[in-house]
């Protein structure tokens, strides 16, 4: 790697105080020429975005994540109102919660806990990660962020005694999606266990009118903030969902939409070659040949930037990941994101990167400052922090020498500026991607197909347990049940089903093991 094509390629925003090198991506040196058209129809498209067309054609929505953190880009003056109002809803909230004239039935709130799933957890996750203090911030947050029992039996422990003082933040989007209300019911359940009332305890982040929002209302919980149609689950870390979890934390979050906006204007400068946004996307079809055939690996060298690839992964994965492009060709288009955080990492799945199979490009993100004040000297006139740098550059080398392609952002910290930043970068980069394969990257089929296929796995557990109560005390295989039920191309599905519902203390059925495994029978006591 030259020093000349890095001069070339190594873009500083100085007023960020931001760099992307893509130096270490061995396109061609007429590649970013060749592409010129693609990316600037992708910049007036986005262009058209933030001027609220139907950008996600599929639900015949706009996609409005840019308004966010500047209202006055919002197409209509009641938008406008509509996002500025909420943000200084949730301003005046946190502030009435911090001071105590809103608190719990035990006192001030000292615990947050925030109930969603995806769109509506990743975000407030990773910003926690990155931005919290335990010591000093004014409450000590939580998640319920699946339908998994026992993982809300740790969080509900270690809340043990508490409730009285922790505020729960229900988020939901549509307001109807399984895993958070079920994580709202157990919550519901613990609150009047510990004989305390939910709703002077609770908030709901959801869309007006949907079943939470109703039930929010009729339950007499706090407050309630909107989510907006035009704000997709993914983008949403800088609207309500993302806003009121990081105020109640006591995180700036004007600095948080500051950092976005700031990152906003540089990714809306047409020249493309001046925009980090556009030089992503293009790097990344360049590595994967615009059909995903290379993994994206995201390696920040920062412990607060650990849960950013997770984040990551689902803005790009659900955005991307289409089996349709926008005309409706057949296309299967997606790019695979994972990664944790280095040097960690380098004691992991590293070595695979460096000698292995070559199906990966990397991004390195390095952060300057090591900490806040000064650092000891770990060696003779080294710090930790001087390690630190010294595997990330060594690392990227390491693969480089190997022929592995990588990106590499530096910013100066991790603050909640930072966040701000990073987060509207990859945001508009993905969008970009999505022009550049021209798919709708603002819309998520295959989420919902899940939801509707775990919709069908209970109807069947409710005919299987009618099916044994209506016969108490006779067992059954599996492969009897199914032909009892008249169901016999789904006996693997029963199968599962009876497993887990024996193994459960809910109901009265049991497991008559047997051998081979497929003779095992099950019933209801009598
Ligand atoms: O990004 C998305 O749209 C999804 O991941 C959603 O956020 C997720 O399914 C949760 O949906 P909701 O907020 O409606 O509960």
Same mark, same amino acid.
């Given at each position: 790697m030259s020093w000349d094509r890095f001069k070339q390629h190594y873009l500083f925003i100085e007023t960020l105080d931001f760099a992307l090198d893509i130096s270490r991506m061995d396109f061609a040196d007429d590649y970013l020429e060749v592409m010129k058209p693609k990316i600037d129809q992708a910049i007036i498209a986005m262009e058209e975005l933030e001027g609220g067309a139907i950008a996600n054609p599929d639900e015949n929505r706009m996609v409005g994540h840019y308004w966010l953190r500047d209202a006055s880009l919002a197409p209509t003056p009641e938008l406008k109102k509509e996002i500025s109002d909420c943000e200084s809803a949730i301003k005046a909230f946190a502030a009435k919660i911090h001071s105590g004239e809103i608190k719990g039935s035990d006192g001030k709130f000292e615990h947050l806990l925030c109930i969603g799933i995806g769109g509506s957890a990743l975000g407030p996750e990773f910003v926690n990660q990155a931005l919290g203090n335990p010591t000093n911030d004014p409450m000590t947050i939580h998640f319920f962020d699946n339908t998994d029992p026992n993982g809300m039996d740790k969080v509900l422990a270690q809340l043990k005694g508490k409730l009285g003082k922790t505020l729960a933040v229900v988020t939901s989007k549509s307001g109807g999606t399984p895993e958070t209300r079920?994580?709202?019911?157990?919550?519901?359940?613990?609150?009047? +266990?510990?004989? &305390?009332?939910?709703?002077?305890?609770?908030?709901?982040? $959801?869309?007006?009118?949907?079943?939470?929002? /109703?039930?929010?209302?009729?339950?007499?919980?706090?407050?309630?903030?909107?989510?907006?149609?035009?704000?997709? @689950?993914?983008?949403?870390? *800088?609207?309500?969902?993302?806003?009121?979890?990081?105020? !109640?934390?006591?995180?700036?979050?004007?600095?948080?939409?500051?950092?976005? +906006?700031?990152?906003?204007?540089? $990714?809306?400068?047409? %020249?493309?070659?001046?925009?980090?946004?556009?030089?992503?996307?293009?790097?990344?079809?360049?590595?994967?040949?615009?059909?995903?055939? +290379?993994?994206?690996?995201?390696?920040?060298? /920062? %412990?607060?930037?650990?849960?950013?690839?997770?984040?990551? #992964? #689902?803005?790009?994965?659900?955005? &991307?990941? +289409?089996? *349709?492009?926008?005309? @409706?060709? =057949?296309?299967?288009?997606?790019?695979?994101?994972? @990664?944790? /955080?280095?040097?960690?990492? #380098?004691?992991?799945?590293? #070595?695979?990167?460096?000698?292995?199979? !070559?199906?990966?490009?990397?991004?390195?993100?390095?952060?300057? =400052?090591?900490?806040?004040?000064?650092?000891?000297?770990?060696?003779?006139?080294?710090?930790?922090? %001087?390690?630190?740098?010294?595997?990330l550059l060594g690392t990227r080398d390491a693969l480089y020498e190997k022929g592995r392609e990588s990106i590499t952002i530096s910013v100066r910290d991790v603050s909640a500026h930072t966040i701000g930043m990073l987060i509207a970068l990859y945001e508009r980069a993905v969008g970009f991607y999505g022009s550049l394969v021209n798919v709708n990257a603002y819309h998520q089929p295959g989420v919902e197909a899940g939801k509707k296929a775990a919709a069908s796995t209970l109807e069947l557990r409710q005919q299987i347990l009618d099916a044994l109560s209506a016969k108490p005390g006779e067992a059954f295989t599996a492969e009897q049940l199914a032909s009892e039920l008249g169901l016999v191309s789904k006996t693997e599905l029963i199968f599962k089903l009876l497993e887990h519902m024996a193994a459960n203390q809910n109901r009265p059925l049991r497991k008559l093991i047997g051998d081979p495994f497929y003779e095992s029978k099950y019933l209801m006591e009598q």
């Amino acid at each position: 790697m030259s020093w000349d094509r890095f001069k070339q390629h190594y873009l500083f925003i100085e007023t960020l105080d931001f760099a992307l090198d893509i130096s270490r991506m061995d396109f061609a040196d007429d590649y970013l020429e060749v592409m010129k058209p693609k990316i600037d129809q992708a910049i007036i498209a986005m262009e058209e975005l933030e001027g609220g067309a139907i950008a996600n054609p599929d639900e015949n929505r706009m996609v409005g994540h840019y308004w966010l953190r500047d209202a006055s880009l919002a197409p209509t003056p009641e938008l406008k109102k509509e996002i500025s109002d909420c943000e200084s809803a949730i301003k005046a909230f946190a502030a009435k919660i911090h001071s105590g004239e809103i608190k719990g039935s035990d006192g001030k709130f000292e615990h947050l806990l925030c109930i969603g799933i995806g769109g509506s957890a990743l975000g407030p996750e990773f910003v926690n990660q990155a931005l919290g203090n335990p010591t000093n911030d004014p409450m000590t947050i939580h998640f319920f962020d699946n339908t998994d029992p026992n993982g809300m039996d740790k969080v509900l422990a270690q809340l043990k005694g508490k409730l009285g003082k922790t505020l729960a933040v229900v988020t939901s989007k549509s307001g109807g999606t399984p895993e958070t209300r079920n994580g709202m019911v157990e919550a519901e359940n613990a609150w009047t +266990k510990a004989g &305390l009332k939910f709703g002077p305890h609770a908030v709901a982040v $959801t869309g007006l009118g949907s079943k939470l929002d /109703k039930h929010a209302v009729a339950e007499g919980w706090l407050t309630r903030f909107p989510m907006w149609d035009w704000v997709g @689950g993914r983008t949403s870390e *800088l609207a309500a969902v993302g806003l009121v979890p990081a105020a !109640l934390s006591g995180f700036d979050i004007d600095a948080m939409l500051k950092g976005a +906006k700031e990152m906003d204007a540089v $990714t809306r400068v047409k %020249d493309f070659r001046q925009n980090p946004a556009a030089l992503m996307a293009l790097m990344w079809f360049y590595a994967t040949d615009g059909v995903g055939k +290379k993994d994206m690996v995201i390696l920040p060298y /920062k %412990d607060r930037l650990e849960l950013f690839s997770r984040y990551l #992964q #689902q803005l790009v994965m659900e955005s &991307l990941g +289409k089996e *349709l492009d926008l005309d @409706g060709n =057949t296309v299967h288009q997606g790019i695979a994101v994972y @990664g944790n /955080k280095g040097s960690t990492d #380098q004691h992991a799945y590293v #070595q695979q990167l460096r000698d292995g199979v !070559l199906n990966f490009f990397a991004t390195f993100i390095e952060v300057h =400052t090591d900490r806040a004040g000064e650092s000891p000297f770990v060696e003779e006139k080294f710090t930790s922090g %001087d390690f630190l740098q010294g595997l990330l550059l060594g690392t990227r080398d390491a693969l480089y020498e190997k022929g592995r392609e990588s990106i590499t952002i530096s910013v100066r910290d991790v603050s909640a500026h930072t966040i701000g930043m990073l987060i509207a970068l990859y945001e508009r980069a993905v969008g970009f991607y999505g022009s550049l394969v021209n798919v709708n990257a603002y819309h998520q089929p295959g989420v919902e197909a899940g939801k509707k296929a775990a919709a069908s796995t209970l109807e069947l557990r409710q005919q299987i347990l009618d099916a044994l109560s209506a016969k108490p005390g006779e067992a059954f295989t599996a492969e009897q049940l199914a032909s009892e039920l008249g169901l016999v191309s789904k006996t693997e599905l029963i199968f599962k089903l009876l497993e887990h519902m024996a193994a459960n203390q809910n109901r009265p059925l049991r497991k008559l093991i047997g051998d081979p495994f497929y003779e095992s029978k099950y019933l209801m006591e009598q």
